[in-house]
């Protein structure tokens, strides 16, 4: 059984900077890419970045290019998302998810397992 638990939110700043981690177990996190997901009160979810299996790869949404890195270390089996200069639109409960290949993708219909989510609010 896959389980993805996400950690490291809270309440920051405008301009601050979090980092989330994701810690996988349940199947060869290596064979897998990974993506960050963020759902805000009255929104539907949607695709922050992505990563592929080794890491070579990786895809950002527009909103957040420059400011979140996403990366891995597949000998932890754990995810991250660094997330810099941080703006009010951020806040919103985060979620890492595993997809079933090995290349970057983004839509939600292409990830297997879900994390129970992390909460991010940046104040103004």
């Known amino acids: 059984q896959v389980q993805l638990a996400e950690s490291g939110g809270g309440l920051v700043q405008a301009g601050g900077s979090l980092r989330l981690s994701c810690a996988a177990s349940?199947?060869?996190?290596?064979?897998?890419?990974m993506g960050w997901f963020r759902q805000a009160p009255g929104k539907e979810r949607e695709f922050v970045a992505s990563?592929?299996?080794?890491?070579?790869?990786?895809y950002y949404t527009d909103s957040v290019k420059g400011r979140f890195t996403i990366s891995r270390d597949n000998a932890k089996n754990t995810l991250y998302l660094q997330m810099n200069s941080l703006k009010p639109e951020d806040t919103a409960v985060y979620y890492c998810?595993?997809?079933?290949?090995?290349?970057?993708?983004?839509?939600?219909?292409?990830?297997?397992?879900w994390g129970q989510g992390t909460q991010v609010t940046v104040s103004s």
């Open positions: 990563i592929s299996h080794l890491g070579v790869s990786t």
């Open positions: 998810a595993q997809s079933r290949g090995r290349a970057i993708t983004v839509p939600t219909t292409t990830y297997d397992y």
């Open positions: 349940g199947r060869t996190f290596s064979n897998y890419a």
